[in-house]
C-alpha cells in the first residue's frame, strides 16, 4: 500500500489522500463498471479498437495472485490496473527482459483528469525495483495519439508501432491490430 498526502501544482498545493492497494473480491462490481465505462469511452475516442468483456476468472485470479491494482481516492476506486512479470506473446522476444508489464489501467470518469498514469508510473518504479525488475512495459492497440503523447509525458519511451505475429488467444481488440509498446528503463 501506498499513500500519497499532498501534491504540489504550479502555485497551489492539491492536499489528497491517496491510496494505491490490491483490489480484493469485495471491488469485482466496480472492476467491471469501470471497465465497462472504459470501452464506452473507447467507442466514442476510438471506434475500431475497444475492450472486450473480460472474463471474471480473469479478473478473480488476478485479485487472488495480488496482480491487480485498484487506487483509491475519496474512499472511491479512482482507477484500476494490473501488472504481469511476462507478456510473451505481444512484446515477443523482449520478453526475457525482466520487466513488470501494466495491463488494462480504467480510471472513474469522476477523477478523469487527475494523471493517475503518473501515479501507476511511481508505483511501478517502486514496484519493479522491489521486484529486481529492470523495465516497466505497457502496449496499447491503435494509432490514438493522444494516448501515445500521454504515455510518452508520464515518462515511458514510444517504441513503435506493429502487428503482432500471433494473436491466438489473446483479447479481440488485439486481432489485426496495430499494437504501441512503452517503457521505461530503470537506473540499475
Not at 483490489?23 to 465497462?36: M, N, P, R
Not at 469511452?41 to 485479485?63: A, C, D, G, M, R
Not at 488494462?104 to 519493479?128: L, M, Q
Not at 489473446?170 to 489485426?176: F, G, V
Request: glycine share 4%; charged share 30%.
Amino acid at each position: 500500500m501506498r499513500r500519497i498526502q499532498g501534491e504540489c501544482f504550479k502555485d497551489k498545493l492539491r492536499i489528497i489522500d491517496m491510496i494505491i492497494q490490491n483490489s480484493t473480491l469485495t471491488d469485482l462490481q466496480e472492476i467491471f463498471a469501470l471497465y465497462k465505462t472504459a470501452t464506452e469511452y473507447q467507442k466514442v475516442k476510438f471506434p475500431s479498437n475497444q475492450w472486450p468483456v473480460f472474463s471474471q476468472e480473469l479478473i478473480e485470479t488476478e485479485i487472488g495472485e495480488n496482480k491487480q491494482w485498484k487506487l483509491v481516492e475519496e474512499n472511491k476506486i479512482a482507477c484500476i490496473w494490473a501488472h504481469t512479470f511476462s507478456d510473451p506473446q505481444i512484446w515477443e522476444e523482449r520478453d526475457a527482459d525482466p520487466a513488470i508489464y501494466i495491463h488494462r489501467i480504467a480510471t472513474n470518469p469522476t477523477f478523469r483528469g487527475r494523471n493517475y498514469v503518473s501515479e501507476i508510473v511511481k508505483w511501478s518504479r517502486k514496484f519493479a525495483k522491489q521486484n529486481e525488475k529492470k523495465f516497466i512495459r505497457l502496449d496499447t492497440c491503435g494509432d490514438n495519439k493522444t494516448l501515445i503523447t500521454h504515455y510518452t509525458n508520464c515518462g515511458f519511451e514510444f517504441l513503435g508501432m506493429k502487428r503482432l505475429s500471433n494473436s491466438d488467444g489473446l483479447p479481440r481488440h488485439y486481432l489485426n491490430a496495430e499494437v504501441c509498446f512503452f517503457e521505461i528503463k530503470l537506473n540499475a
